[in-house]
Structures are given as structure tokens and as C-alpha cells.
């Protein structure tokens, strides 16, 4: 009897050795091939973003995305029902997440699924806290067999997260990174490929949760991203910064921004916009101001504009700076009766005079001399503005970026034949209106600005990004011409611009102010006050533009409130690129003439 219990039980062995190592051999071998290895990505680490001198303004730092393997939170796995729910209340305190939506995720309704994650760019600190607490439960379990680690299906990604270590400096040129580790905004979403490089993944042997030492890995090395040097200098981007910042809170504005740009190469060494976000926490920031309204807002640039006009007349040889030009205290064009900015006796300005002292009429005059008809003058216009970059992308390929608007001359109003050539009826973005500044100064040419100067492989080998696109625009005699023109505006008492003055430095620059379109509405609110200019006049190095939208305590005039900005951020500029004064006496060209 013995025997033959002991031949029955033998024969039991031996049939389902041959169930599990034959008939349903390949079955019970996923099973365990499923349940035996875990696969992980590696991210890649994203590249940093640097100013022109290698200051840090976008970097990556060390995380972890905290994940779990849902199956092996099963009543199968764990021998008891509410595994979801212990591991759950274990790390809610931990992750700072709700129970209920951590016990949601563990016990998912797809019974396959194998991966979730439960939270995201969680410090090292955290993963060691949990790796902890995981490490005692295991060895409790591996003691007690009436002990679970209910952690054992919690595992960790090595991630990284995106710090701005400036704050809020510079945020409207850099953007930010989503939850996803994808650019989402600025040069992080137009650089994205080349700052994210690409994931590895690991593939390994794992039992209860730990990683099998005994069997191989197998792994893909991630490759990290490149890092970006852009042009931007962070001092003079935070002096620009401060500046317009501090002059928006004093007018209740809307908003303002500050461009400076090398006037020789076309670099960027500063975009400033207010208001502005911090990059770091987005959840606190306004949504309305999470762009670059620099190159994304789109408005009437004003008198600032007045200098392309004077451009043409001079290459047309339609006049000289010592052209006289009567100007009376109204002047019939067209369905309207137009007007300077403030009542006056009739002047009598010289070319020069009318841009000195910023006269609508002056200018409309002056611009009717390029062409037989007004018709044919409007053409020569308008070729013009587009040689200067109006009504096309400056060239910096940002996201969001307006080519604001100019209309064919066939398609100008009865009013936009007189008001486009002092400013009104046609739009710009900010860089597009320094740009134009930045054109004169360099003698005529315009070089396409640019934000980048160069990428960092991982190997270490530094990249310069190519040479910006260059067009003459006017002769090199016109550009100072216009130059010295520039001056009078900055320099006589005549001149509107006389709060830019710098001592030692001679200035040539120009105010505007505005009517503005709301963009709420689409109708005339306020007005757009602005400053553009560059220094030293007889020898450019820098531009500087400014622009303040809708003030509404004190003045609105663009050389009451952005004279003093630009003076503010020239100065700065100036000593920190170590700019010497040229020296050379200011041209002092004639505002007037007696009749």
C-alpha cells in the first residue's frame, strides 16, 4: 500500500512536470518573462541656455518621476485585497498627492496595464524616502511571512527638471518646459530638439520589486541635448528689465518693452518685456503674459517711424536737411484736416527741423515730393518700408512672432496715403521698430537680428550659429545723414528727445507717440509712447528701443517717459560693453529758417 501511494504521488510529480515544462511550457515562460523583467527609460539630460558670457539662465537639475507597476498590487501579487490602498496611504505624505488618486491609479480598470506614474519631478530626497521605507518593508517581509511590502511595485525614473535660476529675467525670450519635458514657449520650444537630445532605456531582471544584481542588464545609453549660448547679455538684460518694469508701475500701463541690440552685428543683447512670469512657477503667473509681447504685440509705432520717411526723401534726393519746409497749424490732405501735436503759429523748419521737432505735417509734406503724383510717392513709400523689414518676420524665426501689418499702397485709405509716413495706419512688433534704428547705425545695412550665438554639443565642441542675412537698405551717406539728423532731436532745445541726453556721449534718437489700438475693442485708447536711439552717433555700437503701451498717470508722451528709459539703459550699456566717448563735436544741424 505503501508503495502504491507512493507510485500515485510520483506519477502525480511527473504529470505536471510534463504540464509546465511541456504542454504549457511557452505559457507559464511569458508569464514569467512579464512578470521578471521591468523596463525603464533613461532620459535624456536637456541642454542648458547661457548668456553671452556663459551666466546660466536656463538649467537642468537632478529628479525623479515616482511610477508603479499596477500588477503587482494585485490580490494575486500581494495576498491581500486593499494593497492599492496601504501603499497608497504610505505615500500620500510622501508625493504631497491625494490617497484616493494614488489608491485610483494602483488599481486601474485595465487589469494589463503595467506602468503609471503617480507624481513628477520629485527631488532625490523624496525617491530616498521612499526607497527607505520600501527597503525596511522588504526586510520585514523577507522575516515575517505574514508581512507585505505593499511598496514593492513602486519603482522610480530618473528624470530632470528645469530651473531658471534669474527668476523671472529673460523669461519672455527663454519660455519654459511643460510637465512633459517639451518646450513649451520662447527659444525652449523653438530649440527644443536641439536642447532635449535623445532617451536610452534599461531593460533588467527584477524579484519583489529590487533589481536581480546576478543577471545582465541590458541598456541604451541616453544622449544628452545641446547646450545654447544666446546673445543676450544677462546685466544688460536686467538693467533693461528693471527699467521698463519699474516705468510701467509708475505710469499704470499695460505694458512696455526694452530692446538693445549690437547696432554692428544685429545680436540681441537685451529684450525686456513687463509685465513679465517667472519661468519656475507658471501656476502664479498670467496667462496674457506668458509670451514675448516684444516681437508678438503688433501696434502703431508713431513718430519713431518718421526716420524711414526722412530715409527716402533723402536717397530720392527729394530734399537735403537744409530744405525748407513751411509748415502751417493745419494742413487740408485728402477727407481730413491734419495736424501737429500741439498748436503752433506756422513754423518754418528745415528738413531737418521737421524731425527734430517730430511735425506730422512737415512729414507729409516732405514725403509728397517723392513722387509726381501721390499716388507714385506712396509706391516709393512703401518700397521703402519694406527694404526695412515692415510688414515681414524680423528674421529671429521666434514662436508667435507678428509681422505686423502694411497694407499694399493700392490698398491705402484716402487718410493712410498721409498718416502711414508719420507712423499711423501701419503696425510693427518691437524689434522690427529697433531694427530700423539699429539699420541707420550700422550705415545703411540691415543685419537680421539674432538671439543665438552658438550651440555646445556633448562632446564639447562649440558650434556658431550662421551668419545673419545682410541688405543694403540706403546709401551709407544717407544713413549719416540721417544720423546727424537723429542728433537734433537728442541735442538742440528745439528737439523733442532731450531727456535721453547722456553726458560725454553724443545721441541720435527719435520719440513717438501714438494713438493706440485697443485689442480688446479694435478701437483707438490711449496711446503708444516710445524712445528709439543709438550711441555714440558718430560711431554706433549700440541701439536701444523702448516702447510703453496705454499710460495712464502723468505724461504719455514717448520722450517724457521712454527719453529717460532709453538715457537709463544706453548708460548702462555703454559701460558695461566698455564704450569710450568718440570725443567729436555734435553736428548742431538748423531746425529753422527766416523767411
Same mark, same amino acid.
Given at each position: 500500500m505503501i508503495g502504491l501511494a507512493l507510485t500515485l504521488v510520483l506519477i502525480a510529480f511527473v504529470v505536471r512536470l510534463l504540464q509546465v515544462q511541456a504542454v504549457d511550457a511557452s505559457t507559464y515562460a511569458a508569464k514569467a518573462e512579464q512578470n521578471r523583467y521591468v523596463v525603464h527609460t533613461l532620459p535624456a539630460e536637456r541642454g542648458g541656455i547661457t548668456d553671452r558670457n556663459g551666466v546660466a539662465l536656463a538649467s537642468t537639475v537632478d529628479s525623479y518621476d515616482i511610477t508603479a507597476d499596477p500588477t503587482m498590487f494585485t490580490r494575486e501579487q500581494l495576498k491581500v485585497g486593499d494593497g492599492p490602498e496601504q501603499a497608497a496611504a504610505l505615500l500620500a505624505p510622501i508625493l504631497g498627492e491625494d490617497q484616493e488618486a494614488l489608491a485610483a491609479k494602483l488599481r486601474p480598470k485595465n487589469k494589463d496595464l503595467r506602468y503609471v506614474r503617480l507624481a513628477r519631478g520629485k527631488t532625490p530626497e523624496v525617491w530616498n524616502q521612499i526607497k527607505d521605507l520600501k527597503t525596511a518593508l522588504g526586510k520585514k517581509a523577507d522575516q515575517d511571512d505574514s508581512a507585505v511590502n505593499v511598496l514593492a511595485g513602486v519603482f522610480a525614473d530618473p528624470s530632470s527638471k528645469r530651473v531658471y535660476p534669474n527668476g523671472s529675467l529673460a523669461a519672455g525670450i527663454l519660455g519654459w518646459v511643460n510637465s512633459e519635458g517639451e518646450g513649451s514657449g520662447g527659444l525652449e520650444r523653438k530649440l527644443d530638439r536641439t536642447l532635449a537630445g535623445e532617451d536610452g532605456e534599461i531593460r533588467?531582471?527584477?524579484?519583489?520589486?529590487?533589481?536581480?544584481?546576478?543577471?545582465?542588464?541590458?541598456?541604451?545609453?541616453?544622449?544628452?541635448?545641446?547646450?545654447?549660448?544666446?546673445?543676450?547679455?544677462?546685466?544688460?538684460?536686467?538693467?533693461?528689465?528693471?527699467?521698463?518694469?519699474?516705468?510701467?508701475?509708475?505710469?499704470?500701463?499695460?505694458?512696455?518693452?526694452?530692446?538693445?541690440?549690437?547696432?554692428?552685428?544685429? *545680436?540681441?543683447? @537685451?529684450?525686456?518685456?513687463?509685465?513679465?512670469?517667472? $519661468? /519656475?512657477? %507658471?501656476?502664479?503667473? !498670467?496667462?496674457?503674459?506668458?509670451?514675448?509681447?516684444?516681437?508678438?504685440?503688433?501696434?502703431?509705432?508713431?513718430?519713431?517711424?518718421?526716420?524711414?520717411?526722412?530715409?527716402?526723401?533723402?536717397? *530720392?534726393?527729394? @530734399?537735403?536737411?537744409?530744405?525748407?519746409?513751411?509748415? $502751417? /497749424?493745419? %494742413?487740408?490732405?485728402? !477727407?481730413?484736416?491734419?495736424?501737429d501735436d500741439v498748436d503752433h503759429p506756422t513754423w518754418h523748419l528745415t528738413l531737418n527741423g521737421v524731425l527734430a521737432k517730430s511735425s506730422n505735417i512737415g512729414t507729409i509734406l516732405a514725403t509728397g515730393q517723392l513722387g509726381k503724383t501721390q499716388r507714385e510717392a506712396n509706391q516709393v513709400l512703401y518700397s521703402y518700408l519694406r527694404k526695412f523689414g515692415l510688414g515681414d518676420y524680423s528674421g529671429l524665426g521666434f514662436p508667435g512672432e507678428t509681422k505686423?501689418?502694411?497694407?499694399?499702397?493700392?490698398?491705402?485709405?484716402?487718410?493712410?496715403?498721409?498718416?502711414?509716413?508719420?507712423?499711423?495706419?501701419?503696425?510693427?512688433?518691437?524689434?522690427?521698430?529697433?531694427?530700423?534704428?539699429?539699420?541707420?547705425?550700422?550705415?545703411?545695412?540691415?543685419?537680421?537680428?539674432?538671439?543665438?550665438?552658438?550651440?555646445?554639443?556633448?562632446?564639447?565642441?562649440?558650434?556658431?550659429?550662421?551668419?545673419?542675412?545682410?541688405?543694403?537698405?540706403?546709401?551709407?551717406?544717407?544713413?549719416?545723414?540721417?544720423s546727424r539728423m537723429l542728433e537734433s532731436v537728442v541735442d538742440d532745445e528745439e528737439g523733442t528727445g532731450t531727456k535721453a541726453r547722456i553726458p560725454g556721449y553724443r545721441v541720435a534718437g527719435k520719440t513717438g507717440t501714438a494713438n493706440r489700438v485697443d485689442p480688446a475693442t479694435g478701437k483707438y485708447r490711449g496711446y503708444t509712447s516710445s524712445f528709439a536711439g543709438f550711441a555714440p552717433a558718430d560711431k554706433p555700437r549700440v541701439t536701444v528701443y523702448c516702447a510703453i503701451q496705454n499710460a495712464t498717470e502723468g505724461s504719455y508722451f514717448g520722450g517724457q517717459i521712454c527719453g529717460p528709459i532709453f538715457k537709463q539703459v544706453m548708460e548702462f550699456a555703454l559701460k558695461t560693453l566698455q564704450v569710450p566717448p568718440t570725443g567729436a563735436p555734435p553736428a548742431n544741424l538748423p531746425v529753422t529758417f527766416k523767411p
Open positions: 533588467y531582471a527584477q524579484s519583489g520589486g529590487r533589481q536581480v544584481p546576478t543577471i545582465g542588464a541590458n541598456e541604451k545609453p541616453a544622449v544628452p541635448g545641446s547646450d545654447v549660448e544666446l546673445t543676450i547679455d544677462r546685466d544688460i538684460q536686467w538693467a533693461a528689465q528693471h527699467a521698463i518694469t519699474e516705468q510701467v508701475k509708475e505710469s499704470k500701463a499695460d505694458g512696455g518693452y526694452v530692446i538693445v541690440q549690437d547696432t554692428r552685428t544685429g *545680436e540681441i543683447l @537685451a529684450m525686456a518685456n513687463s509685465p513679465g512670469f517667472d $519661468p /519656475n512657477n %507658471l501656476s502664479d503667473a !498670467d496667462p496674457a503674459a506668458l509670451g514675448n509681447a516684444a516681437l508678438q504685440d503688433a501696434y502703431e509705432p508713431g513718430s519713431t517711424a518718421k526716420v524711414m520717411s526722412m530715409a527716402a526723401v533723402l536717397e *530720392e534726393n527729394a @530734399a537735403t536737411p537744409a530744405t525748407h519746409v513751411v509748415v $502751417p /497749424n493745419r %494742413l487740408h490732405r485728402g !477727407d481730413r484736416l491734419f495736424k505686423g501689418i502694411l497694407a499694399p499702397p493700392g490698398q491705402w485709405s484716402t487718410s493712410q496715403q498721409y498718416t502711414i509716413p508719420f507712423g499711423q495706419g501701419v503696425s510693427v512688433n518691437a524689434m522690427q521698430a529697433a531694427s530700423v534704428y539699429s539699420t541707420i547705425a550700422n550705415g545703411g545695412v540691415r543685419v537680421a537680428p539674432t538671439l543665438v550665438r552658438g550651440t555646445k554639443g556633448p562632446d564639447g565642441r562649440f558650434t556658431p550659429a550662421p551668419e545673419p542675412e545682410k541688405t543694403r537698405v540706403v546709401s551709407e551717406k544717407t544713413a549719416k545723414t540721417l
